[in-house]
């Protein structure tokens, strides 16, 4: 299944993709489950595809505006130099463990949103990813269970302001700059992706390919990520992890090669979906 995050008539909610259209399940699963955060928290997107199950789309895409897959997430876990291409281009040494740091959930923008430039910054990179919605929490989760507590996937670009992220050895103010997380268009669950390892990812510029890897090249597996940072956080239903991106970044380039106003990106991940978003400088 499909779910998709959106405002209607400025009113937020939540729905599922059907042939044609969407069918709205905001408040109509359980009484108070009005998000699709809440709907993983309760448990309950196999009641939402039985709902959605047969009936006719209520209204189209056109007819709302997307948000982030999750919007409010309470953790954002980004992973960073996990494509081995990355890390070489970067030049860091291997690492016995992953890479985390924080992303905060009100720097995300959602599909055809724009990408913030910041005035402050001629240096805004991409980074094409695949997003992980953790749908069973947890602590101390074991490898062997981990992908029993996913809900979902979707395509994700961790934005990047390269040179406030070199101001210190700290990634946190280059990865938190507002709007530069763009997140979805939807969450596809695990049943309907499959084998994750299959899957391609592709970050393109203008229509131009920037970035290419499969999901197999991850250095450390999703099974690993949930299961190492279960560790020192316990996970909630909502929760994001972003697993890293592949090497072919602009700031790595030569000369490099960075976003500005007028551009488009695209995070494409067949099976997943195709996340779009043009560039403008923050007003």
């Not at 489950?33 to 209204?59: K, M, P, S």
């Not at 103010?173 to 669950?189: D, E, H, I, M, R």
């Not at 999703?222 to 940072?229: G, M, V």
């Amino acid at each position: 299944m499909q779910f998709l995050s959106y405002t209607r008539l400025g009113i937020p909610g939540f729905g599922v993709r059907v042939e044609n259209g969407i069918v709205d399940l905001t408040g109509k699963i359980r009484p108070g489950v009005t998000n699709l955060r809440q709907a993983i928290h309760d448990n309950c997107l196999e009641e939402a595809a039985d709902f959605a199950a047969g009936r006719y789309a209520e209204f189209t895409e056109a007819d709302v505006t997307l948000l982030p897959v999750i919007p409010d997430p309470g953790k954002i876990l980004c992973v960073g130099l996990n494509y081995e291409t990355h890390r070489a281009e970067t030049k860091r040494p291997d690492a016995k463990y992953p890479t985390i740091f924080t992303r905060f959930a009100d720097t995300q923008v959602a599909h055809r949103q724009p990408l913030l430039k910041p005035r402050v910054s001629d240096s805004l990179d991409f980074e094409a990813e695949l997003a992980v919605v953790i749908g069973r929490g947890g602590r101390y989760i074991a490898q062997s269970a981990a992908m029993d507590h996913v809900a979902g996937y979707a395509c994700y670009n961790d934005a990047t302001v390269r040179d406030w992220q070199r101001h210190t050895f700290q990634f946190t103010p280059g990865k938190n700059f507002p709007s530069t997380g763009a997140f979805g268009p939807q969450l596809v669950t695990p049943d309907e992706v499959g084998d994750y390892m299959k899957l391609r990812i592709l970050g393109r510029l203008n229509g131009e390919v920037m970035q290419e890897a499969t999901l197999a090249d991850l250095i450390f597996p999703i099974a690993t990520l949930i299961s190492y940072c279960s560790q020192f956080t316990p996970l909630q239903p909502g929760d994001v992890i972003l697993t890293g991106t592949p090497g072919g970044v602009g700031d790595r380039r030569e000369p490099p090669l960075y976003m500005k106003a007028g551009d488009i990106f695209e995070v494409e991940i067949p099976g997943v979906g195709r996340l779009t978003n043009p560039i403008v400088v923050e007003p």
